[in-house]
């Protein structure tokens, strides 16, 4: 492959000016930055792991970093995560090393031990977690051992002896995780290290541990490969670094020669408020880490990297051109587009997919054990499968019924392989129950997987009709050779006994078409976003709410950093919570509820107003009508009118589907 040349650039200067680290140049100034895929296998990178970060640097990154790598042995380890603590490592950095160089980018290493965030187990049974001192961890309830020096001192062999590795296997440069709450940002911490030996008590003793392993690191790579370590300044727990830990340990570190560059970015390992920024949400703002990034900067002199929550380049080349930092990070922003470089390179700003930051299916996907992908862009981690559109052979005449995401993605990439595609929707709007999800507090940014799903339409060619029913004698009149049915759901009503109540969907208070009263009990079956946000909907105009939910809390399935800053907002605005409950029936001013465990009786009285959020039920009436014509093509039921799931499932459904066709 001839990688692209890099030149000035009149769309973001700042992003596509070269840098220099070390006589190595990087031809912009965008980085993947290091996280958990999910990929790893071995300890080392499989043919999956190849082929997302070659779709990444397809797209026009100059640095990939991996990431968080284990240098110490680990045996039976089921958790998927690269290990660098035995020769075979060279080997599969060597892998990535050449690879980086194919596309005229570099390659980085990170290296982490967890310290008390130990949370990962090879045999179901709990291990030792090791920390500076025996304080215990308040999110994994994890109680460590303090370390002895002399453990001390073997894992800054380990941090070497793997930074060596890397080194010879062709890295660019190597990394040292020190914040997010693991080992190295322990030590920094006076909350958390109470050692009294030279570990401990002062500012400088607390600083050894880094000090040293960073110096042991620059020992085992030489003087060519770049080194640098990676910080939360300021962490969003009780237990964590303050500004006063981490700018004066950033200061001493670069006036010692430690490190050729910084990174910083936000969240924690320890607390539930630290790791809602780990991932940060689409309920926290954009470019959530520059104005730290930026005092690191200027307290170092050094270049400084950052991440978290950069979805545009007009974010990057903001925090450039402001002075905050020297390169820009992203995961999700690549996660849903890779071409982001290369569209912001090219002018093609209006091109780029954004990320929506509904964590769903990228750190959602890591957290359930399953390499991340996006919810808008599935062919992210199935790049083998799906990252190159096969030509339709021969081109067919398509028509898709529905325009929410999986009909506009199911007729996006039909349109793209060459089919001759017609979606017709008929709404004036195309969007389907995306419409509803951007409707909820805090989530007008899930709109756009509706800009960006119907701007993939319109790329590729596809023939959209609003306000079109579709009816057998229409569809008749096409002559489509294939037809893929993406209806949606209606509302489901469950099984009760409702004489006299005032009972309404949430379906029907998020668009407005509802009167609710002052009293409300919000029947949460569905365990998802919508129960939450309707209740932040009611008690924000005024309203008394009782949230019912039939799991163990709100939010049970969706991810956890999620469901966290959910739990956050419901305890502020007052909401009462019942969780372990189920739906049992309701008149004119009491609902009856059961207990899921026990079955035991629930009653609440005193409600006017009973809100169903019990998720959607398939309409089959179109795909009967259909079939009983037997008609000449064939029909595809995708999403919600296969069964109603989430916006991930029919958007992958529209995929595959299409991708088949």
């Known amino acids: 492959m001839n990688p692209r040349s890099e030149s000035q650039n009149s ?67 089921h958790y998927a995560q690269l290990n660098g603590s035995n020769d075979n490592f060279v080997g599969e950095v060597g892998k990535m090393a050449a690879l980086c160089a194919e596309y005229d980018a570099r390659y980085f290493v990170q290296f982490y031990h967890e310290g008390r965030a130990r949370a990962h187990s090879s045999d179901g049974s709990v291990e030792q977690a090791v920390a500076p001192s025996a304080v215990r961890d308040e999110r994994f309830h994890i109680v460590p051992r303090a370390l002895e020096i002399s453990e001390i001192a073997t894992l800054v062999d380990h941090f070497a002896a793997a930074a060596g590795r890397a080194a ?48 042991a690191m620059r020992s085992a790579v030489g003087d060519d490969v770049i080194l640098g370590f990676r910080i939360v300044p300021e962490d969003d727990d ?35 408020a630290g790791t809602q920024h780990i991932v940060p949400t689409m309920f926290t703002e ?40 020297d390169m820009i990070g992203a995961v999700r922003a690549l996660l849903t587009d890779p071409e982001f470089p290369n569209k912001a390179r090219e002018g093609r700003v209006d091109d780029i997919r954004a990320c929506i930051a509904c ?80 409707a909820l507090p805090g989530r007008s940014e899930f709109g756009g997987i509706v800009t960006n799903l119907s701007a993939e339409c319109a790329w590729h060619g596809v023939e959209i009709r609003l306000g079109t029913e579709a009816t057998p004698e229409i569809l008749k009149s096409m002559a489509p050779d294939e037809v893929i049915l993406a209806t949606g759901a209606r509302p489901f009503v469950p099984e009760g006994d409702f004489d006299g109540a005032n009972c309404i969907s949430a379906w029907d208070v998020v668009t407005g078409k509802a009167r609710p009263g002052a009293r409300i009990l919000i029947a949460d079956w569905r365990c998802d976003w919508t129960g939450p946000g309707v209740a932040e909907i009611l008690v924000t105009a005024g309203h008394k709410v009782t949230l019912a939910v039939n ?70 009436r179109m795909q009967e009508a259909l079939r009983a014509l037997q008609p000449t093509y064939r029909i595809h039921s995708i999403g919600d009118c296969a069964s109603p799931r989430t916006a991930e499932e029919a958007v992958l459904e529209g995929l595959k589907t299409a991708a088949n066709l």
């Open 551 to 620: 799991g163990e809390l709100p939010g049970q399935l969706l991810q956890h950093y999620v469901r966290y800053q959910i739990a956050g907002r419901l305890h502020a605005l007052g909401v009462t919570v019942m969780p372990y409950m189920r739906l049992f029936g309701a008149d004119s001013d009491t609902v009856y509820l059961q207990h899921v465990v026990t079955g035991a009786p629930e009653i609440v009285e005193g409600i006017d107003t009973l809100v169903l959020a019990s998720g959607g039920k398939v309409d089959t």
């Open 11 to 77: 769309y973001f200067p700042n992003l596509f000016e070269p840098l220099s680290l070390r006589g190595k140049r990087f031809k912009n100034r965008i980085f993947f930055a290091p996280h958990g895929t999910g990929y790893a296998e071995a300890g080392g990178l499989g043919p999956r792991a190849i082929a997302y970060y070659r779709a990444r640097l397809e797209g026009g990154v100059s640095l990939i970093v991996t990431e968080a790598t284990q240098v110490v042995p680990k045996s039976g380890q």
């Open 286 to 325: 954009t470019g959530v880490a520059q104005k730290l990034a930026r005092l690191v900067r200027e307290a170092t002199e050094l270049p400084v990297f950052v991440c978290g929550r950069i979805n545009q380049p007009q974010i990057a080349e903001e925090a450039l051109s402001a002075g905050d930092a």
């Open 359 to 438: 964590n769903q299916a990228c750190i959602g996907h890591r957290n359930a054990g399953h390499g991340v992908s996006c919810i808008q862009f599935p062919e992210t981690g199935r790049e083998i499968q799906f990252g190159h559109r096969q030509p339709a052979t021969p081109p067919k005449r398509v028509v898709v019924v529905g325009g929410g995401p999986a009909g506009m993605k199911a007729a996006a990439v039909a349109a793209e392989r060459g089919h001759s595609v017609t979606l017709l929707e008929k709404n004036q709007q195309l969007g389907g129950q995306a419409l509803l999800a951007q």
């Open 238 to 272: 009780p237990d964590g670094l303050r500004l006063e830990d981490s700018i004066p340990a950033c200061q001493a570190l670069a006036e010692r020669g430690l490190a050729d560059y910084i990174s910083v970015t936000v969240g924690s390992t320890h607390t539930l």
């Open 168 to 215: 010879r296997g062709g890295a660019d440069g190597v990394e040292l995780l020190v914040g997010m709450g693991y080992l190295h940002g322990q030590f920094l911490s006076p909350r958390i290290n109470r050692r009294t030996d030279d570990y401990g008590g002062s500012a400088e003793n607390r600083l050894r541990f880094l000090a040293e392993t960073l110096a």
